[in-house]
């Protein structure tokens, strides 16, 4: 065992203190879990502060000669422990950078003083004071644990005293770490995040941030002041995940944004069976820590959570992690494994919401034909409903397939209010529901909605892309091409962004302009046939753009014959040309198909040039949109 000798007993850096008596490391006087050789390393560049320590002596050090290991695999996958106990990152390092083909240099600032007394390392008091406000929920929490398998161990056994705990309103979860040594056990890591979020976003007196917005961070290391500032915070949950088998460990650790103090932490230790159930309480354990109010049935939905087979919630979040990146490719991979989670568990609710929602994405995108798509999802909903009636995801689930599918607007309405009653954090669920409303020409609330959405989810590219649209239903070309334009800033690839873009500046008569996005688009995703020709304006010659919409026509024509094209789409470009007999056919194929996009004909202004027509009104009508 390695011996730093001209140290002494302890070294603070940062929130850091390490002691090598008790070869402990502690940040803001809470112990963080370190294997033996993550710490060795530590501390011999602890030694060498400031100096590069190449591998070879870290080898020559910690490895024995005769001893047979992997040598690279070994120093890499303690170093990487190392980093993640440190929150430390590779490419942005705060105390261990990496020196190319050398080794590794301790770059933090050692602090020469005294280490800190109890109550200065951390805004808390002990135990027997908190007892005296807290017993009730701490007695509940830890009768509620023993009764689901769980150990819940507060790392340092002190809360927040009663009259100094800071108001905290709105949080989020930091993408939790994992320390697993398998690397493809992140997913766990990330889906635990998800989760995490989706409780704590139950209590209707928290702004719980989404996870869309909070994985932009993962891995980057940016100051928690930065973090705050960006999406509207006053405190942050970061901690590790940690799986061996079927046993996992969480540790949660809340932190206030501004000024920076840590308020609280806790590690959770359980079956992988108990994870929702762990996840739940946990959620009650943040409220507590907080002085948040949490009502009654917002207590019950938190501690409503059952034991689920590990293998059947495995392949669940693998699921979720596939369905996420929504391409065709990916959606077909994550139903595969949510059918998987449902046969190894029928009772798993959320497996049955996964189906539903994969076949709402690939009855959208036509993939699979959505009169094929929605009764299978619709069935799955029916039975995720059947076994927990009030399922917060199941409700927005069905609201989004009455809505797109059903084309029944007030049961859509209906379970859209429900859902966000059940979750009033649920950032998507808004975000269905101004489209709800968009469709029903109520434009000024549906952008109310909207608002909603982003401000609980302010970097989601979705989002963003919608809420241009939203505003191009309404009429308001230049904050439409402002809220496009933000969405690209963040990512100038991002074909939805690109494709609405084009919209805005089609909708404003710019024909040109548009065609610059369409074609942008078009080359970022060849295998999808999107977009038809350069749109009509004003400028254009149409005898030239019949030519280019015939061309379009022949060279695309095996694709159209065999339903690969969505019908909505030849009827637009034809509606585009004013060729309006050309166009109504196919627009009452995408009315028998039922194509989604069929429920925002009365607000969608690409529309406008059929307007008039009595046919166009008559599709109106049995649709069932105002007119």
């Given at each position: 065992?390695?011996?730093?000798?001209?140290?002494?007993?302890?070294?603070?850096?940062?929130?850091?203190?390490?002691?090598?008596?008790?070869?402990?490391?502690?940040?803001?006087?809470?112990?963080?879990?370190?294997?033996?050789?993550?710490?060795?390393?530590?501390?011999?560049?602890?030694?060498?502060?400031?100096?590069?320590?190449?591998?070879?002596?870290?080898?020559?050090?910690?490895?024995?000669?005769?001893?047979?290991?992997d040598f690279d695999h070994g120093m890499n996958n303690a170093v990487k422990k190392?980093?993640?106990?440190?929150?430390?990152?590779?490419?942005?390092?705060?105390?261990?950078?990496?020196?190319?083909?050398?080794?590794?240099?301790?770059?933090?600032?050692?602090?020469?003083?005294?280490?800190?007394?109890?109550?200065?390392?951390?805004?808390?008091?002990?135990?027997?004071?908190?007892?005296?406000?807290?017993?009730?929920?701490?007695?509940?929490?830890?009768?509620?644990?023993?009764?689901?398998?769980?150990?819940?161990?507060?790392?340092?056994?002190?809360?927040?005293?009663?009259?100094?705990?800071?108001?905290?309103?709105?949080?989020?979860?930091?993408?939790?770490?994992?320390?697993?040594?398998?690397?493809?056990?992140?997913?766990?890591?990330?889906?635990?995040?998800?989760?995490?979020?989706?409780?704590?976003?139950?209590?209707?007196?928290?702004?719980?941030?989404?996870?869309?917005?909070?994985?932009?961070?993962?891995?980057?290391?940016?100051?928690?002041?930065?973090?705050?500032?960006?999406?509207?915070?006053?405190?942050?949950?970061?901690?590790?995940?940690?799986?061996?088998?079927?046993?996992?460990?969480?540790?949660?650790?809340?932190?206030q944004v501004s000024p920076e103090r840590h308020l609280w932490a806790e590690s959770?230790?359980?079956?992988?069976?108990?994870?929702?159930?762990?996840?739940?309480?946990?959620?009650?354990?943040?409220?507590?820590?907080?002085?948040?109010?949490?009502?009654?049935?917002?207590?019950?939905?938190?501690?409503?959570?059952?034991?689920?087979?590990?293998?059947?919630?495995?392949?669940?979040?693998?699921?979720?992690?596939?369905?996420?990146?929504?391409?065709?490719?990916?959606?077909?991979?994550?139903?595969?494994?949510?059918?998987?989670?449902?046969?190894?568990?029928?009772?798993?609710?959320?497996?049955?919401?996964?189906?539903?929602?994969?076949?709402?994405?690939?009855?959208?995108?036509?993939?699979?034909?959505?009169?094929?798509?929605?009764?299978?999802?619709?069935?799955?909903?029916?039975?995720?409903?059947?076994?927990?009636?009030?399922?917060?995801?199941?409700?927005?689930?069905?609201?989004?397939?009455?809505?797109?599918?059903?084309?029944?607007?007030?049961?859509?309405?209906?379970?859209?209010?429900?859902?966000?009653?059940?979750?009033?954090?649920?950032?998507?669920?808004?975000?269905?529901?101004?489209?709800?409303?968009?469709?029903?020409?109520?434009?000024?609330?549906?952008?109310?909605?909207?608002?909603?959405?982003?401000?609980?989810?302010?970097?989601?590219?979705?989002?963003?892309?919608?809420?241009?649209?939203?505003?191009?239903?309404?009429?308001?070309?230049?904050?439409?091409?402002?809220?496009?334009?933000?969405?690209?800033?963040?990512?100038?690839?991002?074909?939805?962004?690109?494709?609405?873009?084009?919209?805005?500046?089609?909708?404003?008569?710019?024909?040109?302009?548009?065609?610059?996005?369409?074609?942008?688009?078009?080359?970022?995703?060849?295998?999808?046939?999107?977009?038809?020709?350069?749109?009509?304006?004003?400028?254009?010659?149409?005898?030239?753009?019949?030519?280019?919409?015939?061309?379009?026509?022949?060279?695309?024509?095996?694709?159209?014959?065999?339903?690969?094209?969505?019908?909505?789409?030849?009827?637009?470009?034809?509606?585009?040309?004013?060729?309006?007999?050309?166009?109504?056919?196919?627009?009452?194929?995408?009315?028998?198909?039922?194509?989604?996009?069929?429920?925002?004909?009365?607000?969608?202004?690409?529309?406008?040039?059929?307007?008039?027509?009595?046919?166009?009104?008559?599709?109106?009508?049995?649709?069932?949109?105002?007119?």
């Amino acid at each position: 065992m390695l011996q730093p000798p001209s140290l002494r007993p302890s070294v603070r850096f940062g929130p850091f203190e390490v002691s090598f008596s008790s070869r402990e490391l502690r940040k803001y006087g809470v112990r963080i879990s370190l294997p033996s050789q993550p710490f060795d390393i530590l501390a011999l560049l602890l030694e060498r502060a400031g100096e590069v320590v190449t591998r070879e002596e870290l080898r020559g050090r910690l490895w024995p000669a005769d001893t047979f290991v992997d040598f690279d695999h070994g120093m890499n996958n303690a170093v990487k422990k190392l980093r993640a106990a440190l929150g430390d990152s590779a490419g942005a390092p705060r105390f261990i950078e990496t020196m190319p083909r050398q080794g590794y240099r301790f770059i933090g600032t050692l602090d020469t003083a005294s280490p800190p007394s109890t109550a200065e390392a951390a805004p808390v008091i002990r135990a027997s004071r908190a007892r005296r406000v807290y017993v009730p929920a701490l007695a509940v929490a830890a009768a509620l644990a023993v009764l689901i398998g769980f150990s819940i161990r507060p790392v340092r056994d002190r809360v927040l005293p009663w009259n100094s705990a800071p108001q905290i309103r709105a949080l989020a979860v930091l993408p939790l770490e994992s320390l697993s040594a398998d690397p493809e056990q992140d997913f766990l890591a990330d889906s635990i995040t998800e989760e995490l979020t989706t409780d704590l976003g139950k209590i209707s007196a928290l702004r719980v941030i989404s996870r869309t917005s909070v994985m932009q961070f993962k891995g980057t290391r940016k100051p928690l002041s930065e973090i705050g500032r960006g999406l509207g915070l006053d405190a942050v949950i970061e901690g590790t995940v940690t799986r061996s088998g079927n046993r996992v460990r969480i540790t949660a650790n809340l932190i206030q944004v501004s000024p920076e103090r840590h308020l609280w932490a806790e590690s959770y230790d359980g079956d992988v069976g108990d994870i929702l159930a762990l996840q739940g309480k946990l959620a009650q354990a943040i409220a507590t820590a907080i002085r948040v109010k949490v009502k009654p049935e917002e207590l019950i939905r938190l501690s409503g959570s059952r034991w689920v087979d590990p293998d059947a919630y495995r392949a669940y979040l693998k699921g979720q992690y596939f369905f996420a990146k929504f391409t065709p490719e990916d959606e077909q991979k994550a139903l595969t494994y949510f059918q998987e989670a449902v046969k190894k568990d029928p009772k798993l609710v959320l497996a049955y919401v996964g189906i539903s929602n994969v076949y709402q994405i690939l009855g959208n995108m036509e993939i699979v034909l959505p009169e094929l798509a929605h009764p299978q999802g619709k069935l799955a909903i029916a039975k995720a409903l059947e076994i927990d009636p009030q399922s917060a995801e199941a409700h927005a689930a069905l609201a989004w397939r009455l809505l797109y599918y059903d084309w029944d607007f007030a049961g859509s309405e209906k379970e859209f209010k429900y859902a966000l009653e059940l979750n009033p954090n649920a950032a998507t669920t808004y975000q269905g529901f101004a489209k709800y409303l968009a469709a029903m020409g109520k434009f000024p609330e549906s952008i109310v909605e909207m608002k909603r959405a982003l401000d609980l989810d302010p970097l989601s590219l979705n989002k963003l892309a919608d809420f241009c649209r939203v505003l191009v239903y309404a009429r308001h070309y230049d904050e439409a091409l402002t809220q496009c334009t933000e969405a690209l800033e963040i990512d100038p690839n991002y074909v939805e962004a690109l494709e609405q873009t084009g919209d805005v500046y089609l909708a404003m008569r710019k024909g040109l302009e548009a065609h610059k996005f369409y074609a942008k688009a078009e080359a970022l995703c060849e295998e999808r046939i999107r977009r038809r020709p350069q749109p009509w304006t004003e400028t254009c010659e149409r005898s030239r753009l019949q030519d280019e919409s015939q061309s379009w026509i022949e060279l695309n024509k095996n694709a159209i014959d065999d339903g690969n094209v969505p019908p909505i789409d030849l009827a637009l470009l034809y509606s585009d040309r004013g060729r309006k007999d050309e166009a109504f056919p196919w627009l009452v194929k995408a009315y028998e198909r039922r194509s989604h996009y069929m429920v925002f004909l009365a607000a969608d202004p690409e529309w406008d040039p059929l307007r008039s027509d009595r046919r166009f009104t008559d599709l109106l009508r049995r649709i069932g949109v105002p007119q």
